[in-house]
Nanobody, 128 residues
Framework: VQLQASGGGLVQAGGSLRLSCAVS????????MGWFRQAPGKEREFVAA????????FYADSVKGRFTIFRNNAKNTVYLQMNSLKPGDTAVYYC??????????????????????WGQGTLVTVSS
């Protein structure tokens, strides 16, 4: 199983980036997907999640209204569109997959242990 995150980089405050996470080695459409981030010296935190059908999304309060998660099951890829970026968004961003048989996902989508597989991360740096 591989989750390959890409799209990170250096951007000025107020700018935009789109992260992608290409998934292989599992049946993508059977998995809920999430994005987490980890800033230097801080714990990994939830950013956004999307259910296996794509019909429901969840966001951390800190990114609501600025970030959008969506998926393309035909391309086995989940995306995170990030707009109005702030220096506080600087972090390594990780994608993760949780099997759709986890009915607890709908209440535990922001919990790291809910996810079965993790990608390697992509660095986003927002300059002021």
């Amino acid at each position: 199983v591989q989750l390959q995150a890409s799209g990170g980089g250096l951007v000025q405050a107020g700018g935009s980036l789109r992260l992608s996470c290409a998934v292989s080695g599992l049946t993508f459409s059977n998995y809920h997907m999430g994005w987490f981030r980890q800033a230097p010296g801080k714990e990994r935190e939830f950013v956004a999640a999307i259910t296996w059908t794509g019909s429901t999304t969840f966001y951390a309060d800190s990114v609501k209204g600025r970030f959008t998660i969506f998926r393309n099951n035909a391309k086995n890829t989940v995306y995170l569109q990030m707009n109005s970026l702030k220096p506080g968004d600087t972090a390594v961003y990780y994608c993760a997959a949780a099997t759709r048989t986890r009915t607890s996902f709908y209440s535990a989508y922001n919990v790291l242990d809910e996810y079965n597989y993790w990608g390697q991360g992509t660095l986003v740096t927002v300059s002021s």
